[in-house]
């Protein structure tokens, strides 16, 4: 199984403060098809998942553009750029090249 | 709109079986696939399956042996049944519809 680690485990920001999440796999990502599926998703304490960035770089529809994803083939990278109040909580990537799918074991940003 | 919402037992015994239905609504499951993933308490997120917009299946393979993910698509319901389940089978059982809408989740407590 492909497995994505994901550092920091913890990040301490201030509000407007820029953050980056690395997300690295284990094997490419890059599918026979030409798509990259390594997607990011934000979990809000006591909330379900929510999809921020989808292959790679594209924004979820209503995602505020301070979230920006990039990398490739095994190397992943979150930018959160200032961060808000809202942006708290545990920050999952997720790959769905390789079947059985897999989730890094998260990143969970804190305010300093 | 695309909602997408969890049912089942809060309770399950030791060595029983898990039945949990996900209810659908604003999307065709002859079009869509639909996610199993689960979160035991305080820790990261595991994919258990996808029905495909096909009917067909993908399991988790850790978990295949005891997993059966099936739906009706007359009443908009996907269905996951496990059984054998272990107290380390506690955990928020949720359905996904291509990571971008989830449900609430329900909880699943295994204990005697």
């Not at chain 1, 920001?13 to 997607?39: D, P």
């Not at chain 2, 928020?92 to 909880?107: E, F, H, M, P, V």
């Amino acid at each position: 199984d492909v497995v994505l680690t994901q550092t920091p485990p913890t990040l301490s920001a201030t509000i407007g403060q820029s953050v980056s999440i690395s997300c690295r796999s284990s094997q490419s990502l890059l599918h026979s098809n030409g798509n990259t599926y390594l997607h990011w998703l934000l979990q809000r304490p006591g909330q379900s998942p929510q999809l921020l960035i989808y292959l790679v770089s594209r924004l979820e529809s209503g995602v505020p553009n301070r979230f920006s994803g990039s990398g490739s083939g095994t190397d992943f990278t979150l930018k959160i750029s200032g961060v808000e109040a809202e942006d708290l909580g545990v920050y999952y990537c997720v790959q769905g090249t390789h079947a059985p799918y897999t989730f890094g074991a998260g990143t969970k940003l804190e305010l300093k | 709109q695309v909602q997408l919402k969890e049912s089942g037992p809060g309770l399950v015994q030791p060595s029983e079986t898990l039945s949990l239905t996900c209810t659908v609504s604003g999307f065709s499951l002859t079009s869509y696939g639909v996610n199993w993933v689960r979160q035991p308490p305080g820790k990261g997120l595991e994919w258990m399956g996808t029905i495909w917009n096909d009917g067909s299946t993908d399991y988790n393979s850790a978990l295949k042996s005891r997993l059966s993910i099936s739906r009706d698509t007359s009443k908009s319901q996907v269905f996951l049944k496990m059984n054998s389940l272990q107290t380390e089978d506690t955990a928020i059982y949720l359905c996904a519809r291509d990571l971008a809408y989830w449900g609430q989740g329900t909880l699943v407590t295994v204990s005697s």
